[in-house]
T-cell receptor, first 114, second 114 residues
Framework: GENVEQHPSTLSVQEGDSAVIKCTYS??????FPWYKQELGKGPQLIIDIRSNVGEKKDQRIAVTLNKTAKHFSLHITETQPEDSAVYFC?????????????FGKGTHLIIQP | EAGVTQSPTHLIKTRGQQATLRCSPISGHTSVYWYQQALGLGLQFLLW???????NRGNFPPRFSGRQFPNYSSELNVNALELEDSALYLC?????????????FGPGTRLTVT
């Protein structure tokens, strides 16, 4: 089955700086890669996703890049703000492969220092 | 538009008992997924229901079961509770079947087994 590794486990950045979270996956058939943000006491919130037919996707301060050859994808947050503090999860799945649901990384605790 | 709702918010049970958790998907969504988020283990796929049928399950024992009702709401049952079943149980729904499509999560049910 799919295995997703996520780094770092904790990331502390100054407010206004950029943050980058990286994930690698093992199954070359995976073709859908969502990112979720989870705040304390809440369920994960889908913030951006990318499918394998594109290499990059951007939504305001958030961007995701995908390198299918290297089997890794990254989340980039620019101009970080205090409300960006949360745990971020990457995930991977395969079209038609609802069999295993989404496979998640272990999460990154992002801390925005004022 | 109302999001995914789950009940109860918290549930405390004794080892050996049974727990029942409930989920209502976003209106119009027919697929429901259950995930377990245990401390240190991240989010793990449990079960997937679509159009009233169990489509697949993750690597969990048979004492984890559930069903989906005609209105697409779902129920997760955990029999013969063990201490390690203590976790946050998350429900997600999607408009299209299969984990290739966007999944939206509810706030979760915190199950504590003593």
């Amino acid at each position: 089955g799919e295995n997703v590794e996520q780094h770092p486990s904790t990331l502390s950045v100054q407010e206004g700086d950029s943050a980058v979270i990286k994930c690698t996956y093992s199954d070359s058939a995976s073709n859908y890669f969502p990112w979720y943000k989870q705040e304390l006491g809440k369920g994960p919130q889908l913030i951006i996703d990318i499918r394998s037919n594109v290499g990059e996707k951007k939504d305001q301060r958030i961007a995701v890049t995908l390198n299918k050859t290297a089997k890794h994808f990254s989340l980039h947050i620019t101009e970080t703000q205090p409300e960006d503090s949360a745990v971020y999860f990457c995930a991977a799945s395969t079209e038609g492969g609802g069999a295993d649901g989404l496979t998640f990384g272990k999460g990154t605790h992002l801390i925005i220092q004022p | 538009e109302a999001g995914v709702t789950q009940s109860p918010t918290h549930l405390i049970k004794t080892r050996g008992q049974q727990a029942t958790l409930r989920c209502s998907p976003i209106s119009g969504h027919t697929s429901v997924y259950w995930y377990q988020q245990a401390l240190g283990l991240g989010l793990q796929f449990l079960l997937w229901y679509d159009e009233g049928e169990e489509r697949n399950r993750g690597n969990f024992p048979p004492r984890f079961s559930g069903r989906q009702f005609p209105n697409y709401s779902s129920e997760l049952n955990v029999n013969a509770l063990e201490l390690e079943d203590s976790a946050l149980y998350l429900c997600a729904s999607s408009l299209e079947p299969g984990s290739f499509y966007e999944q939206y999560f509810g706030p979760g049910t915190r199950l504590t087994v003593t």
